[in-house]
């Protein structure tokens, strides 16, 4: 079983991934080297609380992402409409030397129907109970997360 | 994205919030493959449904919408999501 491990803080779990869009080609099922396509690193916060995976406008802007769909969220000021966008998750098992580099991903096999997260956040993609729920995650007391997949 | 797709988009979600007390019993949590405002079919796959999509609508007018009653939650990050409409 694949797995990515990291660091926690006490307050958060940062992972770097890639998102890769999966709404406008048909063979990602069979082909992980079409699914490599335009790999890029992201900044992603493992939120247990979020049903849905989410990506910030950035992360939209920079794949160029087309919504497949619009999502309700439940928020704070009530439910907001957001686009929905589909796309892989794929988890890098080092972190990447540059911003090209596909050698060391591991890709998610599940699309993900994800929602757009507008506002400034110091992070790029909510990791959630979506992705979360296909694999096994351990925090641990001693400042590490695994998850495996 | 071309205002085609979005209006597109608007349509297929009311339709289907419209057509949701009958198709939550047999389909909830399926999607829903939706053009003009009618259901084309359900996949219980997202990823399903997008290929079907893109293989018999060449010009892209389409949506997938997923059968579901509730908002989803977005945990502590709730207040990153603000209430306009995209």
């Known amino acids: 079983m694949p797995s990515i491990q990291g660091n926690h803080n006490g307050r958060a779990a940062i992972v770097t991934i890639a998102i890769i869009d999966a709404a406008n080609y048909n063979n990602h099922k069979a082909s992980d080297d079409?699914?490599?396509?335009?790999?890029?690193?992201?900044?992603?916060?493992?939120?247990?609380?979020?049903?849905?995976t989410m990506i910030a406008t950035r992360v939209v802007t920079r794949l160029n992402l087309q919504p497949v769909n619009k999502l309700d969220f439940a928020g704070l000021g009530g439910v907001s409409r957001r686009n929905g966008y589909l796309f892989h998750v794929a988890f890098?098992?080092?972190?990447?030397?540059?911003?090209?580099?596909?050698?060391?991903?591991?890709?998610?096999?599940?699309?993900?129907?994800?929602?757009?997260?507008?506002?400034?956040?110091?992070?790029?993609?909510?990791?959630?109970?979506?992705?979360?729920?296909?694999?096994?995650?351990?925090?641990?007391?001693?400042?590490?997360?695994r998850?495996?997949? | 994205m071309n205002h085609a797709k979005n209006d597109e988009i608007d349509r297929n979600l009311e339709k289907l919030l419209e057509?949701?007390?009958?198709?939550?019993?047999?389909?909830?949590?399926?999607?829903?493959?939706?053009?003009?405002?009618?259901?084309?079919?359900?996949?219980?796959?997202?990823?399903?449904?997008?290929?079907?999509?893109n293989?018999?609508?060449?010009?892209?007018?389409?949506?997938?919408?997923?059968?579901?009653?509730r908002a989803d939650q977005l945990g502590y990050?709730?207040?990153?999501?603000?209430t306009r409409k995209s």
């Not at chain 1, 993900?112 to 296909?134: A, K």
């Not at chain 2, 939550?24 to 290929?51: K, W």
């Open chain 1, 34 to 52: 079409r699914v490599l396509k335009g790999a890029f690193p992201f900044q992603a916060l493992i939120d247990t609380g979020a049903t849905r």
């Open chain 1, 92 to 145: 890098y098992k080092s972190p990447p030397a540059n911003a090209s580099e596909v050698s060391n991903i591991q890709v998610f096999k599940k699309a993900i129907n994800g929602g757009e997260l507008s506002g400034e956040n110091t992070f790029d993609v909510l990791l959630g109970m979506d992705v979360l729920t296909s694999g096994n995650l351990h925090i641990n007391k001693v400042g590490t997360f």
């Open chain 1, 147 to 149: 998850f495996l997949f």
């Open chain 2, 19 to 53: 057509s949701l007390p009958d198709l939550i019993p047999e389909h909830e949590g399926q999607y829903a493959l939706m053009r003009h405002g009618n259901i084309v079919d359900f996949f219980s796959d997202a990823l399903d449904a997008q290929i079907a999509g």
């Open chain 2, 55 to 69: 293989q018999r609508f060449a010009d892209s007018i389409f949506s997938i919408q997923c059968v579901q009653e």
């Open chain 2, 77 to 82: 990050f709730s207040y990153a999501v603000d």
